[in-house]
């Protein structure tokens, strides 16, 4: 291997490293306030780089029904708690306001000249389908069973997982999905020319990491999302509910996903199962970070992108083997070093 | 303290169970604008489960009015946006979040609502705790007992309640910080809080307090002024105790 592969391979590396510590953060948020292993997060992935596809090649997405059919069954359920606890007129404001949101993206997705559209819309049209159908997947499937053990929290969460792939068939097709580049331009860097793609996919990754941080640690909707993670019952006495809490993190993840499937998109094909493997180097990473340290986890999730992109040069039948056998020694290490520490302080 | 001013939580007929164990049984409780009212009893009384039963952490039968609005099932969240607080007796700080963070929190309703006063009272607070200003920076987690119940107490308090509700406040202080703390009760009810205070501490809680509930076995056994019920030979044999001479002396 001379230096330009290196290069090579690193950028390969660092790019793919960057999509899996977005993941491997998200992963960790929603199981630190939720206690859920977040399985679909690939899903997410998938589903925002094929429906970019799909703009793209000018073909109105059923994307868009999915989404009106969810937000029907959201609200409806809506309406049964309203009829429970008595009429309300803000919350009857509210459900008006998802209804004609999901709407107004069922008559755009329909009536808009989609390919023709500049990317940065295409990218937030993608965006506007996706995010609001990750609080309605925790609205519908997690928040009735909220306090359940993390065992039938994962179960349920493989569940939504395996659904999402099928219907990702039903909506895609079995054909990959790959969209054009944000630009055509190149840098050299020496003799190593950079994708711009690359750059991009870096880029805003450390913007939004540093977004995440910002908002976690200066904000108090962050800070309120933190305290419901480190103490249910003191965030709940604080009027920061855990509904709420659980929404707030589901929209995180399904941008965050999202969004790392429209940079990556460009990049490689992606199929409608391609997710599962995505988010499981993400996992990878949040188990090198113990499911609880951010930094830890970024940085082990880029590890894991350049141990498979050199290990793609060396030995790539075996590529996925080595980046999952990495964990083995993860786990040791942090099975003897961690002591059991009880949730309850005092 | 009269009987003309307005009725601020008003609880009728309060039913608990934990399975088929009731653990209140038709209990009832009033607390008026301005006044500090104690609830005292022994333990498994079922004193903290009234509380958590009126904020609604716990499921209730009967019929809880707060500021004049009837919460037929209550809800914490919504309860606490309306001007209900709860220091809960394990505290439930967030221990790896810094004192200010805390603090903060407590304004989290207010901030939502688009409230953007709570700089004010985070001074307030910490006038009323300048120990709690000293460690501003450091974790909760970190703080002694007592500077954990002040925080406590600061953090309910940043949500500007009409009422708060404190559960065992006392419970492993120190006698002197035990003092300091019921002293800022009396503080609070001047700016207006009204205060439901449930207390082991008979002595200090019907000194301080204007009006007592006694609850013994889930149920309202005794209940009439502080003053009286200080008095009445039944509490003073069963839970103040001629002996304990020098609790009076601390509670001064």
């Known amino acids: 291997m001379n230096f330009q592969i290196a290069v090579l391979l690193g950028q390969d590396g660092v790019t793919n490293g960057a999509i899996y510590a977005l993941l491997a953060l998200s992963i960790l948020l929603v199981f630190t306030v939720t206690r859920i292993l977040l399985i679909p997060q690939g899903e997410f992935v998938t589903y925002g780089a094929l429906t970019m596809a799909a703009i793209q090649s000018g073909h109105p997405t059923a994307l868009a029904w999915m989404l009106l059919a969810l937000m029907l069954i959201d609200c409806a359920l809506d309406l049964r708690t309203m009829l429970q606890n008595g009429f309300n007129m803000l919350k009857m404001r509210w459900i008006g306001l998802k209804l004609g949101y999901a709407l107004l993206l069922c008559v755009l997705i329909q009536t808009l000249p989609l390919a023709e559209i500049p990317m940065v819309a295409q990218a937030l049209l993608t965006l506007g389908l996706l995010v609001p159908m990750g609080p309605i997947i925790y609205r519908l499937f997690f928040q009735p069973i909220a306090s359940a053990p993390a065992l039938v929290l994962l179960i349920v969460s493989i569940a939504v997982h395996v659904a999402m792939v099928g219907i990702g068939l039903l909506l895609f097709g079995p054909e990959g999905g790959r969209t054009k580049p944000f630009s055509d331009a190149g840098f050299s860097l020496g003799p190593v020319l950079l994708k711009s793609q690359t750059l991009w996919v870096i880029l805003v990754s450390i913007t939004l990491i540093i977004l995440l941080f910002i908002?976690?640690?200066?904000?108090?909707?962050?800070?309120?999302?933190?305290?419901?993670?480190?103490?249910?019952?003191?965030?709940?006495?604080?009027?920061?509910?855990?509904?709420?809490?659980?929404?707030?993190?589901?929209?995180?993840?399904?941008?965050?996903?999202?969004?790392?499937?429209?940079?990556?998109?460009?990049?490689?094909?992606?199929?409608?199962?391609?997710?599962?493997?995505?988010?499981?180097?993400?996992?990878?990473?949040?188990?090198?970070?113990?499911?609880?340290?951010?930094?830890?986890?970024?940085?082990?999730?880029?590890?894991?992108?350049?141990?498979?992109?050199?290990?793609?040069?060396?030995?790539?039948?075996?590529?996925?083997?080595?980046?999952?056998?990495?964990?083995?020694?993860?786990?040791?290490?942090?099975?003897?070093?961690?002591?059991?520490?009880?949730?309850?302080?005092? | 303290m009269t009987a003309q001013t307005e009725k601020l939580l008003d609880v009728r007929d309060l039913h608990v169970a934990y399975?088929?164990?009731?653990?209140?049984?038709?209990?009832?409780?009033?607390?008026?604008?301005?006044?500090?009212?104690?609830?005292?009893?022994?333990?498994?009384?079922?004193?903290?489960?009234?509380?958590?039963?009126?904020?609604?952490?716990?499921?209730?039968?009967?019929?809880?009015?707060?500021?004049?609005?009837?919460?037929?099932?209550?809800?914490?969240?919504?309860?606490?946006?309306?001007?209900?607080?709860?220091?809960?007796?394990?505290?439930?700080?967030?221990?790896?979040?810094?004192?200010?963070?805390?603090?903060?929190?407590?304004?989290?309703?207010?901030?939502?609502?688009?409230?953007?006063?709570?700089?004010?009272?985070?001074?307030?607070?910490?006038?009323?705790?300048?120990?709690?200003?000293?460690?501003?920076?450091?974790?909760?987690?970190?703080?002694?007992?007592?500077?954990?119940?002040?925080?406590?107490?600061?953090?309910?308090?940043?949500?500007?309640?009409?009422?708060?509700?404190?559960?065992?406040?006392?419970?492993?202080?120190?006698?002197?910080?035990?003092?300091?703390?019921?002293?800022?009760?009396?503080?609070?009810?001047?700016?207006?809080?009204?205060?439901?205070?449930?207390?082991?501490?008979?002595?200090?809680?019907?000194k301080v307090a204007d009006y007592a509930y006694v609850l013994e076995a889930g149920q309202v056994a005794m209940q009439g002024k502080a003053a009286?019920?200080?008095?009445?030979?039944?509490?003073?044999?069963?839970?103040?105790?001629?002996?304990?001479?020098?609790?009076?002396?601390?509670?001064?």
Do not use: C
Request: net charge neutral; hydrophobic share 45%; aromatic share 8%.
């Open chain 2, 19 to 206: 399975g088929k164990v009731e653990a209140l049984t038709g209990v009832s409780v009033e607390v008026r604008e301005g006044q500090i009212v104690t609830v005292i009893g022994p333990n498994g009384a079922g004193k903290t489960t009234l509380l958590s039963a009126i904020i609604g952490i716990l499921r209730s039968k009967g019929e809880v009015h707060f500021d004049g609005q009837l919460y037929a099932t209550p809800d914490v969240e919504i309860l606490v946006g309306d001007g209900l607080g709860l220091v809960p007796e394990k505290r439930e700080l967030f221990a790896s979040m810094s004192v200010q963070d805390n603090l903060q929190l407590g304004a989290f309703q207010r901030y939502r609502r688009g409230d953007r006063g709570y700089e004010t009272t985070l001074a307030e607070v910490y006038s009323l705790f300048p120990r709690l200003w000293e460690r501003r920076h450091q974790m909760a987690a970190t703080l002694s007992g007592g500077e954990r119940q002040m925080l406590a107490i600061g953090r309910a308090l940043m949500g500007k309640p009409r009422l708060l509700m404190l559960d065992e406040p006392s419970l492993g202080l120190a006698p002197l910080i035990t003092r300091e703390i019921f002293r800022i009760f009396a503080d609070l009810r001047r700016q207006g809080v009204s205060i439901l205070l449930v207390e082991q501490n008979a002595r200090a809680a019907l």
């Open chain 1, 215 to 346: 908002a976690f640690e200066r904000t108090l909707y962050g800070k309120a999302l933190r305290a419901a993670a480190i103490n249910r019952m003191g965030a709940r006495l604080m009027g920061i509910s855990p509904v709420f809490a659980g929404k707030a993190t589901f929209a995180m993840a399904t941008f965050i996903g999202a969004l790392s499937g429209i940079l990556i998109a460009p990049i490689t094909t992606l199929y409608f199962d391609s997710g599962f493997i995505i988010s499981l180097k993400g996992f990878v990473g949040a188990i090198i970070g113990g499911l609880a340290s951010y930094p830890v986890a970024a940085v082990g999730a880029l590890a894991v992108g350049l141990i498979e992109a050199f290990s793609m040069f060396w030995a790539s039948n075996y590529k996925e083997i080595i980046v999952f056998t990495l964990i083995i020694p993860f786990l040791l290490w942090r099975s003897l070093t961690s002591r059991h520490v009880e949730e309850e302080e005092e």
């Open chain 2, 228 to 252: 009286d019920l200080a008095n009445d030979p039944r509490v003073i044999e069963a839970y103040l105790g001629l002996a304990s001479k020098h609790q009076e002396l601390l509670s001064s």
